[in-house]
């Protein structure tokens, strides 16, 4: 239910006026029936068939999900898989604010970011699926590598995968993690979070990776690895262990503290058993994760 | 317009430096920066240049924000210190706040937030 409050705290908070959040909720009806491209995407229609159903629409007062349906384009399972997938609400309506200009992307980002953490709702959203879901499909990712899971490193991945969507792109593909006790590096950022529980995150990439990632992180064309891109990471970096330190407060009430990050200057790091490794692959290149976490 | 405005921008992050300034500079008015990368310079930044505004960040290496504003405060308790504060800092912002820090900005930063807060301490029409 908490999608239905996103644009009664836009207007609390001064964001719009309710004239336009009038009309962005109309453009969101309007924007509603998005079945089609969602079938596309998935795999399960292609576009002539969308195309189809959606001119049989004009001849008979039925839902797309119906009509596909009954013409044997999709089961009845994949429409309610596709509903389910469907754009949360809220970021509808952000959208649609968007699009007739009451507000920015960076604005809707920011404002996203701060609802969801007024509102503990940090790690509701990956690609709109269920968080049980992501928690399970984590958790196998631990046993397929035959690493101990442990209730925070599901939490950190998730949190990851999360804010890799909203910051980065959900365009990525994560490999299963590995343990690690020697690693190579790039570019390789690291932070250490204290407190009860002991965490050490890295993050790693080739420099021309890291010139794509903080392209789309700070929405501005980078075009060499300079100090610019080089701080991104660890802005990067640290806007993913603070969140993370919010939801261990909410949900374990356990209290960590951010230090600095730092550049990892080594050329080959060595690590004990606890430290897994998560390759990411993105269009543009792979990233590497590399986290150690466990009780003191 | 009014006079020139010294404003000291403190993070260890060269990015939300930039960030920072170019949202200050959207306020109208005429804004000298100065910068610093840790809570050190921050200190003693702040006592070779007495600028009018401090944006200090929290999370800093070498001396955090908190601990830099209160040691500014307690050299100048008129300093006008405003804390960037990234999501998972909240007690230590408390305690800036607690040191006498007059505001905070939450980082990712929006524009409006920033205007209203520079606006509001250092004047402008």
Redesign the interface.
């Known amino acids: 239910m908490f999608s239905q409050f996103f644009g009664s705290y836009l207007l609390r908070k001064e ?1 719009i006026t309710s004239e336009q959040l009038a009309e962005a909720i109309a453009k969101v009806n309007e924007s509603h029936i998005k079945l089609g491209t969602l079938a596309i995407h998935s795999g399960y229609m292609i576009a002539t068939e969308v195309d189809e159903v959606c001119y049989l629409q004009t001849r008979e007062d039925k839902r797309f999900g119906e009509i596909a349906v009954e013409r044997g384009y999709l089961t009845e399972e994949q429409v309610s898989e596709l509903l389910q997938k469907q754009t949360p609400y809220y970021l509808l309506l952000g959208q649609c604010l968007v699009d007739i200009g009451a507000i920015d992307n ?2 809707l ?3 996203i ?2 609802y969801e ?1 007024e509102n503990e709702l940090i790690d509701m959203d990956l690609s709109y699926e269920s968080t049980d879901k992501i928690k399970q499909m984590i958790e196998r990712f631990f046993m397929v590598a035959e690493l101990e899971v442990s209730d925070y490193s599901v939490m950190y991945l998730e949190l990851l995968f999360n804010n890799l969507v909203r910051f980065i792109g959900d365009d990525f593909t994560p490999l299963t993690p590995f343990p690690c006790s020697e690693y190579p590096t790039n570019y390789c950022v690291s932070q250490k979070l204290s407190g009860q529980v002991n965490c050490e995150s890295r993050i790693d990439m080739p420099k021309e990776v890291a010139v794509e990632f ?1 392209s789309r992180f ?1 929405n501005e064309d980078f075009d060499e690895f300079d ?2 891109v080089q ?2 990471i ?2 990067f970096m ?2 993913h ?6 939801n261990m407060s909410n949900s374990y009430s356990i ?1 960590l ?4 990050p ?1 550049v990892d200057a080594h050329d080959v790091l060595e690590f004990n058993d606890s430290t897994f490794i998560l390759p990411i692959i993105y269009p543009f290149g792979t990233i590497h994760l590399l986290v150690s976490l466990g009780d003191k | 317009m009014g006079f020139t405005k010294k404003v000291l921008v403190c993070d ?5 430096r ?2 920072l300034k170019d949202n200050i500079s959207q306020c109208g008015i005429e804004i000298e920066f100065i910068e610093g990368n840790n809570g050190q310079e921050a200190v003693d930044l702040y006592n070779e240049h007495k600028p009018d505004m401090v944006f200090l960040d929290i ?3 070498e001396k955090d924000g908190a601990t830099a504003a209160k040691e500014i405060l307690e050299s100048d308790p008129n300093a006008i210190v405003i804390m960037a504060s ?7 912002l408390k305690n800036a706040i607690e040191a006498g820090a007059k505001d905070f900005i ?7 937030q920033v205007k209203k807060v520079v606006l509001a301490h250092l004047g402008g029409e």
């Open positions: 964001v960076t604005e980002q920011n404002y970011i701060d953490s903080a700070i100090d610019y701080a991104s660890e802005d640290n806007l262990n603070g969140l993370f330190i919010v209290e503290s951010l230090e600095p730092a | 260890d992050s060269i990015m939300a930039k960030q999370v800093m290496p990234s999501i998972g800092t909240q007690q230590q939450q980082k990712p930063l929006d524009l409006e």
